[in-house]
């Protein structure tokens, strides 16, 4: 039995015109996706790609990432999807750690070269071996270990794999990459049966069926993104993706399509309704407008619910649980929506330092049960340890995130335990930057912060104390991450300063954040 | 017609990103050549807003590439605020 798999081409079988996907106005149908993960999964095989081998995927929202994604699913190897946006530094790590074998690439996004980034590093990396580029467009790769993706889709011309993988219980489905709070990644061993049951839960949760559409302003590299458009596709829907947001676009989509669900952040909720003519356009189709990634300011949920009718569902979840609390605008209205109950699949835990509940009233740590707690870090045995523990023969999954208990069995949300820093949907690590900051030469000490944003949530600010009170700029900072890390990790403030303790990531975090 | 002046906004610019005024042109990349990232420039939009006492919707930033769609945004679109 292959859960994704199976329901996927009993579509197919049902009803093989029927539109699975769209992204930049380019559709697939059930049936063609059959036929393209059949024939593509034979090529990866033809390179040695079976049960358990890595696949890396470094490329936007496109619909080759879905095909390539889902052939490896079907012969049980494991994708794993990397943000377009890493830099040299956090791609040297990934492709350190995650034992890929084949790497798809695309040549670029936006200012991030990657095609560039790879081959300056793919000599260290002995274990990939073969990189396919998916941009007919550019060309410039002769070296042994990369071929265009034509090349690579011929090889299984002719050949054929009709075995569909049969996954157990304990079968890792895709490998997901966060980035950790030292800078090195944390790669999560995303389970294949929980993670489809805890898809399937949501789904059924909200009503999702056949009929419906979801459009997604999240990219299908984010465990999220693609999660989401899963619990549409898990009841024969069908998902459409953007190339890159872009907010007259999406509700021009929303209104052609007659789009059922929309998913959002709070930050693309405030570009979309800051469009000059937002009430012209027809969202009448849409049933449930989906929050995740960001606090929800109730204002916004106030204009989906009062002015467009629409439900509102706020949730809380992460790569290493999938959906965890929920928010719901025809249940809980009358409350705030950053306090959260535990949904009818899902079980919580509200923890103090010795791994005891905390009483009503109280902060601790939310620790989680979903079907889709991860297996463990993978390669990493102590932060497995830490996070991922066994209570009542279930995994259950300590988030770092500080809640408060309150009266009525609902949590809040009251902070993290850790220096993460909400910029729109990025989690940014502050240690990750700082510690890239202190390899510049003119620097001697630095603190990262957050600072309130209005529209993006939070925003990065760095304390600096320069070597010999030199000036740094925003500028040469953006100069020495290009290429290296990703463009939002650089700190959107430079604050330049004489007295910067200098064993500054510890007690004097607090010293400067006011 | 806000009566921009293209050195001061380039000025402005520059103390933003940190980039020398004379490096910074109409056809600057955001993306490219100053390292923006799309969030960024809904932080660069507020702030120019905060400065020329303008208001440009976040759509029309969300789209813009150049320095000098930036300029031309608040220029022509901007929407004096308190009027």
Redesign the interface.
């Known amino acids: 039995m292959n859960k994704f798999i199976d329901s996927l081409y009993k579509y197919a079988e049902e009803k093989p015109t029927s539109t699975l996907i769209t992204i930049d106005g380019i559709s697939i149908t059930y049936g063609e996706f059959k036929e393209y993960t059949e024939k593509i999964s034979m090529s990866l095989n033809t390179l040695g790609i079976s049960e358990n081998k890595k696949v890396g995927l470094i490329i936007p929202n496109s619909l080759q990432w879905y095909k390539i994604f889902w052939s490896a699913i079907r012969i049980g190897a494991q994708p794993v999807p990397v943000d377009p946006?890493s830099g040299e530094l956090e791609l040297n790590r990934l492709l350190d750690i995650t034992d890929m074998e084949v790497c798809f690439i695309a040549c670029k996004y936006?200012?991030n070269n990657i095609l560039n980034t790879v081959k300056s590093i793919i000599e260290k990396h002995s274990n990939i071996k073969h990189i396919i580029v998916i941009d007919s467009i550019c060309t410039d790769f002769d070296t042994p270990k990369f071929m265009t993706y034509e090349k690579f889709v011929g090889l299984g011309e002719g050949k054929t794999l009709s075995q569909v993988y049969n996954v157990d219980d304990e079968h890792v489905m895709s490998l997901a990459c966060t980035s950790g709070s030292t800078g090195n990644p944390k790669i999560l061993s995303v389970p294949y049966n929980g993670f489809y049951d805890a898809i399937k839960d949501i789904s059924d949760y909200l009503e999702f069926d056949s009929f419906d559409t979801m459009m997604i302003g999240m990219p299908l590299y984010h465990q999220g993104g693609f999660g989401m458009g899963m619990q549409v596709v898990v009841k024969g829907g069908n998902v459409i993706y953007q190339p890159?947001?872009?907010?007259?676009e999406f509700l021009k989509t929303v209104a052609q399509k007659k789009v059922t669900v929309i998913q959002l952040t709070s930050?693309l909720a405030?570009?979309?309704l800051?469009?000059?003519d937002f009430y012209s356009y027809d969202m009448s189709s849409v049933k449930v407008c989906y929050f995740a990634g960001e606090v929800l300011p109730k204002e916004i949920a106030k204009i989906f619910v009062e002015k467009l009718n629409i439900r509102v569902i706020n949730v809380i979840g992460s790569s290493e649980t999938a959906t965890m609390v929920v928010w719901d605008s025809e249940n809980d209205y009358d409350t705030d929506p950053s306090d959260f109950r535990e949904l009818p699949f899902t079980k919580v835990r509200v923890l103090d330092e010795n791994d005891n509940e905390v009483d009503t009233g109280t902060a601790g740590e939310l620790c989680i049960y979903t079907s889709a707690v991860i297996f463990n870090y993978y390669k990493n045995d102590y932060e497995s340890a830490a996070k991922v523990i066994n209570f009542d023969n279930k995994r259950w999954f300590k988030t770092g995130d500080l809640v408060e208990k309150l009266n009525d069995g609902r949590i809040r949300f009251v902070g993290r335990s850790k220096r993460i820093i909400k910029?729109?949907a990025?989690l940014v690590h502050a240690e990750e930057v700082e510690s890239f900051l202190l390899s510049y030469p003119k620097i001697q000490a630095v603190a990262v912060t957050a600072e309130d944003?209005?529209?993006?949530g939070q925003?990065i600010v760095a304390y600096i104390q320069s070597v010999g009170g030199q000036n740094v700029?925003?500028?040469?900072?953006?100069?020495y991450?290009?290429g290296k890390m990703s463009?939002?990790k650089?700190p959107?403030k430079?604050i330049l300063t004489e007295d910067l303790p200098k064993d500054i990531g510890k007690i004097q975090f607090k010293y400067i954040r006011k | 017609m806000n009566d921009l002046k293209w050195n001061e906004f380039a000025k402005n610019i520059s103390d933003y990103v940190g980039v020398d005024a004379d490096q910074i042109k109409q056809e600057t990349d955001l993306y490219s050549d100053l390292c923006m990232d799309s969030l960024g420039l809904f932080s660069m939009g507020m702030y120019l807003n905060n400065i020329y006492n303008l208001e440009v919707p976040l759509s029309s930033v969300a789209v813009i590439s150049k320095v000098g769609d930036m300029f031309k945004l608040l220029d022509e679109e901007g929407i004096p605020l308190n009027v």
């Not at chain 1, 890159?244 to 007259?248: I, L, N, S, V």
């Not at chain 1, 944003?453 to 993006?456: E, G, K, M, S, V």
């Open positions: 946006q936006r200012n890159q947001f872009e907010p007259m930050t405030k570009i979309l800051s469009v000059p910029r729109g990025n944003h209005p529209i993006i925003q700029t925003r500028g040469e900072l953006a100069r991450f290009d463009a939002y650089l959107d430079i």
